[in-house]
């Protein structure tokens, strides 16, 4: 199984799982230490992901939780263009992935601030044009699956079968994105987005069976509510939760895991890595 993908003409191998850490330049992302608006927060959270031992920096400047406010592009752009102008300035080695949606950010942001990835929530069914951008921009492309939108998601999720589900949604992208020349493809399965609790670890319990696809998986539940929901805490409390997952997530073959914690996250993954099996 291949696990290189190349970012800006550099292979990286996925084969060893790294760590990437979210910065938010939103104002009401759900966890509420993460959301950073001034230079200085910006410039300080970006620092410490890489001092951490944070090998990719995942920025974003919209936020997807459960009823999040719908903002306009162009606002979207201002917010990140704030933030990659001190990441790039500080930092202008680091990978960088934008969590967008919309195909206008993304070619923005890889033309104007040469951005490494495209982390798309939606695998393009919330803006038409961004598999073709995203081919022709010919980066690596992480798809998500999500039931309805970040205002619906969480409504009434319901699925007849939900592995089998989210495996034919993924298959159909990936051919989709096959037919248009995407070579780097990433999976999430989309913890907490559409997804009821029991979703959620249901997904978790068979993690492994994505490896079919032959393609790097990625992993997000930092803090996420099917931690704090099922141990009855605050996204403030869930760190220790968060670890347990991030193990049993990199135990399972993810091969990012997107955190907000990076150092407990990198502990995590050096002690895995010490293990035999």
């Known amino acids: 199984m291949n696990k290189l ?3 800006n003409g550099k292979l990286i191998d ?20 993460s959301r950073m608006q001034t230079e200085e927060d910006i410039a300080a959270r970006a ?9 990719m920096i995942d920025i974003g400047a919209y936020s997807s939780r459960p009823g999040a406010e719908h903002i306009t592009a162009k606002e979207e752009i201002e917010r990140l263009r704030t933030g990659l102008e001190i990441i790039r300035r500080n930092h202008p080695d680091a990978i960088i ?3 967008t949606f919309r195909a206008k950010v993304a070619e923005f942001c890889v033309k104007e601030y040469q951005v490494d990835i495209i982390n798309d929530i939606a695998a393009g069914e919330m803006d038409p044009d961004m598999f073709d951008t995203v081919a022709r921009l010919n980066v690596p492309y ?21 592995v089998k589900e989210v495996f034919l949604y993924f298959a159909e992208k990936v051919q989709q994105l096959r037919n248009l020349g995407v070579k780097d493809i990433i999976l999430d399965p989309g913890f907490g987005f559409g997804k009821t609790v029991e979703h959620n670890y249901e997904l978790m319990a068979h993690l492994e069976d994505f490896r079919i696809f ?20 605050s996204p403030a409390e ?20 997107r ?19």
Do not use: C, W
């Not at 620092?47 to 090998?55: D, S, V």
């Open 214 to 233: 032959e393609l790097p998986l990625l992993v997000g539940v930092s803090r996420k509510s099917m931690i704090t929901r099922l141990l009855n805490i």
């Open 47 to 55: 620092k410490q992901i890489l001092e951490e031992g944070g090998e």
């Open 259 to 277: 955190v907000h914690d990076v150092k407990e996250a990198v502990e995590a993954k050096k002690i895995v890595l010490s293990l035999e099996f």
């Open 97 to 99: 992935s934008v969590d």
């Open 14 to 33: 996925l084969s060893i799982p790294r760590v990437m850490g979210i910065l938010n330049v939103t104002p009401d992302s759900f966890y509420s230490k």
């Open 142 to 162: 992480i798809i998500m699956h999500m039931q309805g939108t970040p205002q619906s998601m969480q409504q009434s999720p319901h699925y007849d079968n939900l």
């Open 5 to 7: 993908i190349n970012v």
């Open 238 to 257: 869930a760190l220790n939760g968060t670890t347990v997952l991030n193990t049993i997530s990199l135990m399972k073959g993810a091969d990012i895991i």
